[in-house]
T-cell receptor, first 113, second 112 residues
């Protein structure tokens, strides 16, 4: 499986944007970039995913570099509820991996009031 | 729509015993995956079931097994429990394979 690298932790002030980087230099052409987050004492929850183009949804935006070797998850206005561990995951939909998600260490986001 | 439910939420067992955990996926979801989360190893994939068949398996010993029923509900079993099996066991369901997954709250297993 292609590997992702994320910073261990990041801090942000409430109502300010948060930019979470993810490096995936060995990404293949069929790897989708997925983001999940895990709030304290909860299971992970899906945030967003993309292949090549930037993506937006109600939770966040995903900016993908032109060479796809890196991506950035953007939380536009952080709230205290956004404090969580954010995981960047690559999924190759052409392989027999099916729904297997390979989690790395993730980035722990702390939001200060 | 109800989310993924897991029972029991907390469990304490003794070394050498066996345990069965249950997962009910979101209605209509046919794929169920299981994960183990520990402070040392993080989140690790155990196995995935789709249409009552195991489709993928992680790197865990044979003491870890699972099954899926015709209504898509799934169970996982751990036999001959070891202290290192203490973990949060998470179940995730999805509508079809290769789609976004929805996780349950997990079952916290403590082995003493």
């Amino acid at each position: 499986d292609a590997k992702t690298t994320q910073p261990n932790s990041m801090e942000s002030n409430e109502e300010e944007p948060v930019h979470l980087p993810c490096n995936h230099s060995t990404i293949s052409g069929t790897d989708y970039i997925h983001w999940y987050r895990q709030l304290p004492s909860q299971g992970p929850e899906y945030v967003i995913h993309g292949l090549t183009s930037n993506v937006n949804n109600r939770m966040a935006s995903l900016a993908i570099a032109e060479d796809r070797k890196s991506s950035t998850l953007i939380l536009h206005r952080a709230t205290l509820r956004d404090a969580a561990v954010y995981y960047c995951i690559l999924r190759d939909v052409n392989k027999a991996a099916g729904n297997k998600l390979t989690f790395g260490g993730g980035t722990r986001v702390l939001v200060k009031p | 729509k109800a989310g993924v439910t897991q029972t029991p939420r907390y469990l304490i067992k003794t070394r050498g015993q066996q345990v069965t955990l249950s997962c009910s996926p979101i209605s209509g979801h046919r794929s169920v995956s299981w994960y183990q989360q520990t402070p040392g190893q993080g989140l690790q994939f155990l196995f995935e079931y789709f249409s009552e068949t195991q489709r993928n398996k992680g790197n865990f010993p044979g003491r870890f097994s699972g099954r899926q029923f015709s209504n898509s509900r799934s169970e996982m079993n751990v036999s001959t429990l070891e202290l290192g099996d203490s973990a949060l066991y998470l179940c995730a369901s999805s509508l079809v394979r290769d789609y976004e997954q929805y996780f349950g709250p997990g079952t916290r297993l403590t082995v003493t």
